[in-house]
Structures are given as C-alpha cells and as structure tokens.
C-alpha cells in the first residue's frame, strides 16, 4: 500500500494554471504507474493523465494539450501542470498510484479544484 498527499488545489479563473502535486509514501522509483483522475459533482471519476515507470505518458482527449504529467524523482513528487483552465476542469482531483502492475490500488484524499468562467 502507498499512501499519497495531493496539494495544489485551488479556485482560478478560466485561462488560468494550476499545478497539481501528489507526495506519496515510497520512492516512485518503485511504483509501476502513477496517475491524475478526476470527479466532477454528479459525474462519474474520469482518468486524467498516466504515467508509467518507463515515462510513457497518456491523457485523456479533453485536455490534451492542456495539461502534462511529470515526475520529479528529486523530490518524490509526482505533477499534475493544468495549463489553459475551463469551467468544465472544476473537479475534485486525485493521485493514484499502481506499485506492482496489477492495478490502481492506492488513492490520495483529493484536491479540490474550481475554474470561475
């Protein structure tokens, strides 16, 4: 099990940026994938952006280009850059990670994250 600390919510206006950080307890050396998923109110949570061990990373269509997942092996941490916000980005936010390959398996608490139009 990995525990993960998100932060870097917040309320901004349309446009704007956000970065997104998620801490988790383990070098992420030993993490097999890490990614950003989201949950708006009355929808169900969506995948954001994976990446893999290997760096490879994927997003989903709606913020393609928009958005980039990296990694920051330094300081453990894992990012989320929310470039270009739209209203339709409000969302509660949240890290996950996948350690071994057999699935998502640990989940941070969620940050909240509002964009004003």
């Known amino acids: 099990q990995v525990q993960l600390v998100e932060s870097g919510g917040g309320l901004v206006q349309a446009g704007g940026s956000l970065r997104l950080s998620c801490a988790p307890s383990?070098?992420?050396?030993?993490?097999?994938?890490m990614g950003w998923y989201r949950q708006a109110p009355g929808k169900p949570r969506e995948r954001v952006a994976v990446i893999s061990s290997s760096g490879n990373t994927n997003y989903a269509d709606s913020v393609k280009g928009r958005f980039t997942i990296s990694r920051d092996y330094g300081r453990n941490t894992v990012y989320l850059q929310m470039n270009s916000l739209k209203p339709e980005d409000t969302a509660v936010y949240y890290c996950?990670?996948?350690?071994?390959?057999?699935?998502?398996?640990?989940w941070g608490q969620g940050t909240r994250v509002t964009v004003s139009s």
């Open positions: 996950a990670a996948d350690p071994t390959g057999l699935g998502l398996s640990s």
């Open positions: 383990r070098s992420i050396f030993s993490i097999n994938a």
